[in-house]
């Protein structure tokens, strides 16, 4: 059943690309040194309008990378596109990846959380499956390496790349999760596989919306309980089958007035999944990078870390897979 549903999305995917051609989105004007196309792909899926976003860098080679970027609660593909600054089209650009900036069904995901109240959750909307299409239609149309796919998403974003590592880990080369933790036993409602996957967490401690430590979070479609940070790092060590010790840096501080510090721990053993946390101290529910400015009511951006970068450099340097 979902193999049909996703062939039915990528022959509507291809139509609408052939359809539209490069599309100008609904965003802030992206820097002029952008090279590559921007498209607008939709298809249906189960009944259900679906659309996404696409960077495609210019001479993109046969067996480039492709990582998915997923928008917070109450936003979509040109929002979180605009929100990190367009700087992993930038990124793309330089390194030669695609780049994937899906819509969620009501500016929301269907993620692990039982009581997220979200439109996708209540309607029962197949993300993995959407996501699955993306893949399978860039794979066709733009040659795509499947074994070098990755996720990333801010907020209920990342609630969507912790999904995905939690269920399909052998789809993805790693993930990279932003202000977001696991929910909490009770209230995650994701099947686990046993599999192994390199994860990334970008939290702040002063994070109003998802609690550093642990407890309720969110607000309205995206609320739920979740556990940790820590708890987080430590779910994924286990699964990874990680015992040695930490590896601990503090970064550089960049600038004075900036009352945020940023410490990343690694957790890494030869031929095994790492794990890293970037823990922002003093910061919020934000991206950090120099292009874009969240409001100041969710928090603290720290001026020390360049989030995109950081994951990016996290993503270029996992082995291949078979």
């Known amino acids: ?37 921007v498209s607008v792909n939709v298809g249906k899926i189960a009944g259900f309008d679906r659309r996404y976003v696409l960077y495609v860098p210019p ?8 990582i998915f970027v997923f928008h917070g609660g109450g936003g979509d ?20 990846f695609v780049v994937a900036y899906p ?7 269907n993620t692990c959380r039982k009581r997220v109240t979200s439109e996708a959750k209540q309607l029962r909307i197949d993300d993995v499956a959407f996501v699955e299409a993306i893949i399978a239609h860039e794979q066709a149309v733009h040659g795509i390496d499947a074994r070098r796919v990755f996720a990333t998403g801010h907020s209920f974003g990342g609630q969507l790349a912790y999904r ?6 052998n789809e993805f080369a790693g993930i990279a999760a932003i202000s977001a933790n696991l929910p909490a036993p009770g209230d995650n409602d994701c099947t686990i596989a046993g599999a192994p996957i390199p994860v990334m967490i970008m939290n702040g401690t002063d994070d109003p919306v998802n609690p550093y430590n642990g407890g309720r979070t969110g607000r309205g479609i995206a609320s739920g309980n979740s556990i940790s940070t820590e708890a987080t790092a430590r779910f994924f060590l286990k699964r990874n089958g990680i015992s040695a010790a930490a590896d601990g840096v503090r970064l550089p501080h960049l600038t004075n007035s900036d009352r945020t510090w940023v410490e990343r721990t690694t957790w890494s053993e030869p031929a095994k999944a790492a ?48």
């Open 1 to 37: 059943m979902k193999r049909a549903l996703c062939q039915m999305l990528r022959i509507g995917l291809v139509a609408a690309a052939i359809a539209a051609g490069p599309t100008t989105v609904n965003a802030a004007a992206p820097p002029e040194s952008l090279k590559g196309s």
């Open 59 to 66: 001479d993109l080679h046969a067996g480039s990378p492709l």
């Open 77 to 96: 593909g040109p929002l979180i596109r605009e929100s990190t600054g367009f700087e992993f089209d930038m990124l793309a650009d330089q390194h030669g």
């Open 103 to 109: 819509d969620g069904i009501g500016r929301g995901w």
């Open 164 to 169: 995905l590592a939690l269920e399909r880990p």
């Open 275 to 322: 794990v890293v946390l970037y823990t922002i101290h003093g910061g919020g529910h934000v991206v950090p990078q120099p292009y874009f400015r969240f409001p100041t009511v969710v928090g603290r951006q720290t001026k020390d870390l360049d989030a995109p970068a950081a994951i990016w450099e996290f993503f270029s340097k996992i082995p291949v897979g078979p």
